[in-house]
């Protein structure tokens, strides 16, 4: 069974940084693809930052230069370091992953198959 835990979010003013973590389990981790989805309210969500498994990564153009992916595949963890936040980053950041070989165009529409429960971020001005 596929889990996925965020932690990480919390409280910023605009202008600083947070770090997301996604520790994942019940899966091979290689083998998917993982994503960061954010969801504000009355908004849809966003795949903000996607790496596949041929570890190819692609930005939602609302946060390149500003957000970073990473993952650490000894500890089955993905990561996502938000710099420069900005009010409209507040919202709902999950960890998402698919056994599927997702196109960017695809990813970008968040169509992940198994999702966290999601950390809240909020920035203010």
């Known amino acids: 069974q596929v889990q996925l835990e965020e932690s990480g979010g919390g409280s910023v003013q605009a202008g600083g940084s947070l770090r997301l973590s996604c520790v994942g389990s019940?899966?091979?981790?290689?083998?998917?693809?993982m994503a960061w989805i954010r969801q504000a309210p009355g908004k849809e969500r966003e795949a903000v930052a996607i790496i596949d498994q041929d570890g190819i990564i692609t930005y939602a153009d609302s946060v390149k230069g500003r957000f970073t992916i990473s993952q650490e595949y000894a500890k089955n963890t993905l990561y996502l370091q938000m710099n420069s936040l900005q009010p409209e980053d507040t919202a709902m950041y999950y960890c998402?992953?698919?056994?599927?070989?997702?196109?960017?165009?695809?990813?970008?529409?968040?169509?992940?198959?198994?999702w966290g429960q999601g950390t809240q971020v909020t920035v203010s001005s």
């Open positions: 019940g899966y091979t981790y290689s083998e998917y693809q």
């Open positions: 998402a992953a698919d056994p599927r070989d997702l196109s960017a165009i695809q990813a970008l529409g968040a169509p992940h198959k198994y």
